[in-house]
Antibody, heavy 121, light 110 residues
Framework: QVQLVESGGGVVKPGGSLGLTCAAS????????MHWVRQAPGKGLEWVAL????????YYADSVKGRFIISRDSSKNTLHLQMNSLRVEDTAVYFC??????????????WGQGTLVSVSS | QSVLTQPPSASGTPGQRVTVFCYGN????????INWYQHLPEAAPKLLIH???QRPSGVPDRFSGSKSDTSASLAISGLQSEDEADYYC???????????FGGGTKLTVL
């Protein structure tokens, strides 16, 4: 069955960097667009970034544009989020999620359990 | 401020039918595909409804989605205690190339 497992969360100081990984299994990874979505403590879901099925295009929320980079490695079936210039307001649980097809859209049909990123001095 | 607005809370008693709403400005709802998610505490969000009114396999038919020109709604019939969760509407904004989530509605089963 479809499995998405995030890793790489932790505590980092403001201005620091952190890389998240999402290991995908149970489906043809290079046939699906992939997203990162986050939830800050006490807040709602916030979309972060999207990469198309072949990694040819990426899209970002304004709040992370220029600081975060989404990428994918089809040889390893992994999705990545490189987070730079981290801010306190980036503190959140980060989920990876699968799109049902090659491209974007907002119907994310499978989600991981999430990994916690805490930005604090 | 999201372009999709949800009331922060809703409630119902077991067995009741409750409706969660998602509003957009002008013709935003009419011109966008709406999806719905259920987010239980300490769990991964779950896609409940896609493409306005389609249920993924495994989602009980107690859950249904619909929309008008100005609002989308998620109806839950035969309310159960395990339905207590946060519910989010979401859409892809092709003009901005972003996914937009509503602010979420916390559903309490009394």
């Amino acid at each position: 069955q479809v499995q998405l497992v995030e890793s790489g969360g932790g505590v980092v100081k403001p201005g620091g960097s952190l890389g998240l990984t999402c290991a995908a299994s149970g489906f043809r990874f290079n046939s699906h667009a992939m997203h990162w979505v986050r939830q800050a403590p006490g807040k709602g879901l916030e979309w972060v970034a999207l990469t198309l099925y072949d990694g040819s295009k990426e899209y970002y929320a304004d709040s992370v544009k220029g600081r975060f980079i989404i990428s994918r490695d089809s040889s390893k079936n992994t999705l990545h989020l490189q987070m730079n210039s981290l801010r306190v307001e980036d503190t959140a649980v980060y989920f990876c999620a699968r799109a049902p097809g090659f491209y974007g859209g907002a119907a994310l049909d499978h989600w991981g359990q999430g990994t916690l990123v805490s930005v604090s001095s | 401020q999201s372009v999709l607005t949800q009331p922060p809370s809703a409630s119902g008693t077991p067995g009741q039918r409750v409706t969660v709403f998602c509003y957009g400005n002008n013709s935003y709802i009419r011109t966008h595909i709406i999806n719905w998610y259920q987010h239980l505490p300490e769990a991964a969000p779950k896609l409940l409804i896609h493409t306005n009114n389609q249920r993924p396999s495994g989602v009980p038919d107690r859950f249904s989605g619909s929309k008008s020109d100005t609002s989308a709604s998620l109806a839950i019939s035969g309310l159960q205690s395990e339905d207590e969760a946060d519910y989010y509407c979401a859409t892809w904004d092709a003009r901005l190339n972003v996914v937009v989530f509503g602010g979420g509605t916390k559903l309490t089963v009394l």
